[in-house]
T-cell receptor
Framework: GQQLNQSPQSMFIQEGEDVSMNCTSS?????WLWYKQDPGEGPVLLIA?????ELTSNGRLTAQFGITRKDSFLNISASIPSDVGIYFC???????????????FGRGTQLTVWP | ETGVTQTPRHLVMGMTNKKSLKCEQH?????MYWYKQSAKKPLELMFV???????ENNSVPSRFSPECPNSSHLFLHLHTLQPEDSALYLC?????????????????FGSGTQLSVL
C-alpha cells in the first residue's frame, strides 16, 4: 500500500509553544486531511485540504497542502494542555484506472503538552 | 459526539470465544468502514460497505466476519481470535465512497472498541 511518512513520531512541548508536524509521500494525493485522536476516542477531522498550495486554518491550527502534492504540514500555535493527543495525516488518491478514491493514513504524531 | 456509536467500548475475550462488535451511525451516510488500530502502525482498513454492499475486504482473516444489515448498522463478528488481534477497532462512516473529485472523503469515526484477546 501507499506509505505516508509522518514526523515527528512524538513531541514533548511546554504549554504556549508552537508545534509543527508533517507528512510526506512518494505519491501524489488529491486531498490531504488531518485528524486528532484524543485518548480513548476515535479520530476527529480537524482540517481538509483540496488544492496544491492551499493554506487552511481552524482556530490555532493551520495546515498546508504541499505544492508538489506529495506532502502536507500541520502547525499548532500557542499550544494548550487539551492539544494532547495523536495527530494523523491522511491522503486521498485514486487507484490507477479507477475514479474511486482510497484514503491512506500516517502513523501519527503523539503530542504531549506540559503545563 | 461524532454521530457514530460503537459498542462495547471494551472487550476481553478468550481465543475460543465468539463475540460481536456493533456500530451505528446517525448521519445518513451510505458508506461504513471497519479499521484496526494497533500501536505504532497506521490505521488498517479492514472492510468497506457502500449502500450495504461489501466493496472492500483487505485480505482480512476469516476469523473476522462483517455484517451490514442496513446502511446505518455495521457489525464485526469475531471468533477464534489470536492474541495479536488485540487492538482498537474503529468504525467510521462517510457520505459515500470517496471519489477522484475529492468529495466524500471525510470520515466520521466512532470511539472504538478496545479488544483484548487472551
Amino acid at each position: 500500500g501507499q506509505q505516508l511518512n509522518q514526523s515527528p513520531q512524538s513531541m514533548f512541548i511546554q504549554e504556549g509553544e508552537d508545534v509543527s508536524m508533517n507528512c510526506t509521500s512518494s505519491s501524489i494525493f488529491n486531498t490531504w486531511l488531518w485528524y486528532k485522536q484524543d485518548p480513548g476516542e476515535g479520530p476527529v477531522l480537524l482540517i481538509a485540504l483540496y488544492k496544491a498550495g492551499e493554506l487552511t486554518s481552524n482556530g490555532r491550527l493551520t495546515a498546508q497542502f504541499g505544492i508538489t502534492r506529495k506532502d502536507s504540514f500541520l502547525n499548532i500555535s500557542a499550544s494548550i494542555p487539551s492539544d494532547v493527543g495523536i495527530y494523523f495525516c491522511a491522503g486521498l488518491k485514486t487507484d490507477r484506472g479507477s475514479t474511486l478514491g482510497r484514503l491512506y493514513f500516517g502513523r501519527g504524531t503523539q503530542l504531549t503538552v506540559w503545563p | 459526539e461524532t454521530g457514530v456509536t460503537q459498542t462495547p467500548r471494551h472487550l476481553v475475550m478468550g481465543m475460543t470465544n465468539k463475540k460481536s462488535l456493533k456500530c451505528e451511525q446517525h448521519l445518513g451516510h451510505n458508506a461504513m468502514y471497519w479499521y484496526k488500530q494497533s500501536a505504532k502502525k497506521p490505521l488498517e482498513l479492514m472492510f468497506v460497505y457502500n449502500f450495504k454492499e461489501q466493496t472492500e475486504n483487505n485480505s482480512v482473516p476469516s476469523r473476522f466476519s462483517p455484517e451490514c444489515p442496513n446502511s446505518s448498522h455495521l457489525f464485526l463478528h469475531l471468533h477464534t481470535l489470536q492474541p495479536e488481534d488485540s487492538a482498537l477497532y474503529l468504525c467510521a462512516s462517510s457520505q459515500d465512497w470517496p471519489d477522484a473529485t475529492g468529495t466524500n472523503e471525510k470520515l466520521f469515526f466512532g470511539s472504538g472498541t478496545q479488544l483484548s484477546v487472551l
